[in-house]
Each structure stands twice: as C-alpha cells, then as structure tokens.
C-alpha cells in the first residue's frame, strides 16, 4: 500500500477489493486523437511535393487501398471506356473499306461479316473479347488490319483483366474484416498484479478459428523535449509486454489480459495519479497474426485515449 500511495499521491485511497472505482478527473476539453478506438489513423500527409506522382507511380497499390465505391466506379469506366474505344475503332475499320454500304450485299467479302453500323460493331467486339462465340459474326480472311487489331484486342483485354479483376481480388482477400472480429476492453486500468503495478487491458477473438503466431505491441505516444531543447509531437516509446518472458506472443482461445509492468523501466514510473490524469499520450495496442482460414497476415489497431472524459481512457483501478 505504502508503494501505491507513493505513487499515486496522498489523495490516494484503500477502497474495497470487491468494488472498482474509476478515478474522476476535471473534464477536459476534447483533442484530436492520433489513433482512433477502431484503429483508424488520424495522419494526413500535405506539402510533401510531388505526392501525386507518387501515388501514381505504385498504381496497382493506390487502387487497392481506394474505398470500394471508387473501385468499382474505375472498374466499371474503364472497361466501359476500353469497350467504347474497341467497339470504335472495328467500326472504323468497316466505314473505311466501305463495307457498311455492302452490309447485305452476298457477293461482297467483308473485313468482319454481318456488321452493318456501330452496335453491330460492338457486339462483335463483345462476343469476341467475351469469348462468347456466336458465329454470326467473324473475321474474314480478306482483311489483315482486322486481325492486327484483333490481335492487340487479345493482348489489350488481358491486361486490363489481369490488372483490374487482379485489384479486385486482393481487395476482397484483404484480412481487414477478420480485425473486427478482435476486441479490446473499453479501457485500460492501472492495478496491482502480484504486488506489482501494472497496466493491463484485455483483447478477445470473437470467432471460434485460431489466429497463427499472435503477437501484440505497445506503443506509447507522447510529445516530449529532449535535454537539448528539441521538442519531439509524437514521439513513440515502447512498451514491455512480456518480450522477455513471451508473454507478447498470445493463444487467443479465450480473452486474455495483456500486462505491462510498471517498474523503472516504464516510461509511467515516474507519474503519479494526479500527472497521470494531466498527462496528454495515447497507447496504441498493435496486433499481429495470421489467418487460419485463408493464411493471410493482418494487424488489428487499437488506442486508449489518456483523457478521462473519454469512454476508451485509462484509468486508475486501486486494489
């Protein structure tokens, strides 16, 4: 108790064992949070120079990590777009050697057979880039720019396909569902575990599959100024979990309580309760693991907020 009362102050109080109080502090005015309780990060990156080019040198990654609704809005323009431009340039060929003026004509030999105007035109490039097939339509041996075109219509479509239905894919496989299915307790306590002080919260896995090689991280996040004046917005500190001991490395078949032990190695050491509640940081909890089902990699995000008038804070949770 002598330990608890040094470091918490003097205010503080031996309450029941069987009763667990939360600390109040003055309320606060609201902050900006770094991570939010979903995991989502609040970062926006400006005045980088050159940030669109970028963006657009790794294309394939830009698109993966767009929002599903301008996915599917660039899928959907560019095989409209690519179609368009097909169906076009087919036509194209069929005005300039004249065979829309000899559409039913029996004696004349086509470039491509029984395509009279443009939707003509584009059906033929559909049921051929679709691979469908009717036979109504083909290409006659009488018209070598057609099947030069046809050949970079086969060469065309499987690039787009490949780069697109690709995007798609992995999109889709991405493990980003399976993190919600992972829950952290609303908020992280300072108690005593085996006569030692220790931050502890809880993480749970909802589904009954397993999680291959869990590991947990702590991240603490704190403005701070080094001994040489400069001062450090969001510097990051880590926190023991249990390396040593592999304490970090979880089984997650039921909910588990991670720990972490406030000894003069902690960067909580040398707070009290009173500096505890005033402080302004973040833990951010990092959780790694692969999918049982599917074998994937994913990490799940969660941060506990150090403002008291939050549902997701830290507090206090004397024994």
């Known amino acids: 108790m002598a330990a608890l009362r040094r470091k918490f102050g003097e205010d503080y109080q031996v309450v029941n064992t069987n009763r ?59 095989y409209t777009i690519a179609w368009l431009v097909m169906a076009s340039m087919w036509w194209i060929i069929a005005y300039i050697r004249g065979d829309l ?5 029996s004696s004349y ?77 609303q908020d992280a306590v300072i108690s005593q575990r085996d006569g030692k002080l220790c931050l502890m919260f809880r993480v749970g896995n909802l589904r ?37 001991t592999g304490a970090d490395q979880l089984f997650l078949v039921s909910p588990l309580t991670i720990c972490h032990e406030i000894n003069p190695k902690s960067p909580f050491f040398d707070l009290s309760q009173r500096s505890l509640m005033n402080e302004q940081f973040e833990i951010v909890v990092i959780l790694e693991g692969i999918v049982e089902t599917t074998g994937e990699e994913f990490i799940c995000l969660c941060a506990f907020f150090s403002d008291s008038s939050s549902p997701d804070s830290l507090c206090t949770h004397p024994i």
């Open 20 to 78: 667990a109080t939360t600390f109040s502090a003055p309320v606060k005015k609201k902050r900006q949070r770094f991570v939010e309780k979903n995991g989502r990060c609040n970062v926006q990156h400006g005045n980088l120079g050159g940030e669109t080019s970028r963006y657009l040198s790794d294309l394939f990654t830009t698109l993966v990590d767009l929002k599903w609704r301008w996915n599917l809005l660039i899928f959907i323009l560019t």
């Open 208 to 244: 009954n599959s397993h999680m291959v090689s869990a590991q947990i991280r702590c991240k603490l996040i704190k403005s701070r100024q080094t001994p040489e004046g400069e001062f450090l917005p969001l510097d990051q500190c880590e926190l023991d979990v249990g390396f040593g």
């Open 101 to 105: 003026n000899h559409g039913h004509d």
């Open 109 to 185: 030999t086509p470039c491509v057979a029984n395509v009279y105007n443009f939707p003509s035109a584009f059906l033929f490039f559909i049921e051929t880039e679709a691979t469908i097939g009717y036979g109504y339509r083909y290409i006659t041996e009488k018209c070598p720019e057609g099947i030069i075109l046809f050949l970079f219509q086969s060469l065309l479509g499987s690039i787009v396909d490949a780069f697109l239905i690709g995007c798609m894919f992995i999109k889709m496989s991405q493990p980003k569902k399976r993190a919600e299915t992972l829950m952290f307790s």
